[in-house]
């Protein structure tokens, strides 16, 4: 079940970046704090190796910016070719967990009451 | 950072580094700023509680081990294949890689040596050879047989050597004193311009020997100096002030780091600051250096006496 969990939220994660990117430019600590809040909790090894991977596929692009803290922050962004994938992804995502949700309802046992039934 | 700190990213970046020998150049350099901009990031969000470094260790355990972090990012790269080396097995083979390097560089002097020993051993063995040849041929000269014409021989045979290697001696002078005319020439010139650059030197040392202005340029230079020999002891004193002249400072240093061999980027973070710093402060002293030598030569054209 926790692998299974894992998966779930690795599929989902970048499409959750590209859709945080799509809001304004932000950095990596920025992206896992977010990502956290938002419910993905995320480490800085998973999260740096996706964004450079993103960026060599031109998804988003990577700017260094020197602030008043003293020491530069990576900015991320996305571009017109990321705009465009996060919306074709998104769609596909709606459309398979609306998929599910019927597939979730037809069930005989209900996604809030796997947990009892199991028990049973 | 603390010092602490610093060594405990470096060490995490050098490993990182050296496990991602086999991805291209800017990806080790990106990754290694990318941890240590992370660092700097949650750093500056203070948490309460931990002392700095355990701080930096809790966050460089969010990348796992630095031979994790690199396989993450490799599985991540396009055209990268990822080959699963045991970190033990990884560091052998580079230990494995420097001692060959050492033993190569060995073997190269040893040879050296040995060819030079050589050379040396055969110029005396034929000079002992003709004159043992020689006394031997006059302390025997009434010996007969065929021991005594093998004497006379070799003793003849020798001789022929010395002769000839004296020919080739002077025949090599006649040609080393040819090229030397040809060069003479461009051996003036250099030695006027290197008379020249003396003298001005002196000028320069002069000028400044006897001025505040001179004493400060030369402690601006001993300065810079000390922050290139020193940069782990300096470059953190040097990185304290660069925080208000940041801005620049990062820009050239960012833009720099993609010209430099990533051997060079090992250290560039301090030694690179430390550098620039020195650099800018070299550049300041001669400014005033000349500024005052060209105060001091109008000085004394507008005292000189007119005794026309």
Redesign the interface.
């Given at each position: 079940m926790e692998a299974w969990d894992t998966q779930l939220r690795k599929g989902g994660l970048e499409l959750a970046v590209l859709l945080l990117l799509s809001r304004r430019q932000m950095y990596g600590l920025e992206l896992i704090s977010s990502l956290t809040d938002g419910g993905f909790p995320v480490s800085e090894g998973t999260i740096y190796p996706l964004l450079n991977r993103l960026s060599g596929q031109g998804l988003i692009t990577a700017e260094w910016v020197t602030g008043n803290l003293g020491h530069p922050r990576k900015y991320y962004r996305l571009t017109g070719v990321g705009l465009e994938q996060a919306g074709r992804m998104s769609r596909q995502w709606l459309e398979y967990a609306a998929s599910m949700e019927q597939l979730i309802k037809s069930a005989r046992i209900g996604a809030d009451q796997s947990g009892t039934a199991k028990e049973a | 950072m603390q010092v602490e700190s610093q060594v405990m990213v470096r060490e995490f970046n050098r490993r990182l580094r050296t496990a991602l020998s086999s991805a291209p150049n800017h990806?080790r350099v990106?990754?290694a700023?990318?941890v240590e901009?992370?660092v700097?990031?949650?750093l500056?969000?203070q948490k309460s509680g931990l002392s700095e470094s355990e701080q930096v260790a809790e966050?460089l355990s969010?990348?796992?081990s630095p031979e994790?972090?690199a396989r993450?990012?490799m599985?991540?790269?396009?055209g990268v294949q990822v080959v699963d080396v045991p970190t033990g097995a990884r560091e052998v083979s580079m230990a494995a890689i420097d001692l060959m390097r050492g033993l190569g560089r060995l073997l190269v002097a040893l040879i050296r040596r040995l060819v030079a020993l050589l050379m040396t051993g055969l110029h005396w063995l034929r000079v002992g050879l003709v004159w043992a040849l020689g006394k031997l041929r006059w302390g025997v000269r009434a010996l007969r047989g065929p021991a005594g014409r093998l004497i006379t021989w070799l003793g003849r045979r020798a001789n022929q050597l010395r002769r000839g290697a004296h020919v080739l001696r002077l025949w090599l002078g006649r040609r080393a004193h040819d090229a030397g005319v040809a060069s003479r020439g461009a051996r003036t010139v250099a030695a006027a311009l290197f008379r020249w650059a003396i003298a001005l030197l002196r000028r320069l040392l002069r000028a400044a020997g006897y001025t505040a202005l001179g004493g400060l340029a030369l402690a601006a230079f001993a300065f810079a100096g000390l922050t290139a020999l020193l940069p782990d002891v300096v470059g953190y004193w040097v990185y304290h002030i660069?925080?208000d002249v940041?801005?620049y400072l990062?820009?050239i240093r960012?833009q720099t780091v993609f010209l430099f061999d990533q051997s060079m980027q090992a250290q560039f973070t301090s030694t690179g600051n430390a550098m620039l710093v020195g650099a800018i402060l070299f550049g300041l002293s001669m400014v005033g250096l000349i500024s005052l030598l060209v105060w001091n030569a109008r000085r004394r054209r507008s005292t000189v006496v007119d005794h026309s």
């Open positions: - | 990806v990106e990754a700023l990318e901009s992370h700097m990031d949650v500056s969000r966050i969010g990348f796992g994790e972090y993450a990012i599985a991540q790269l396009p660069q925080k940041n801005g990062t820009d960012r």
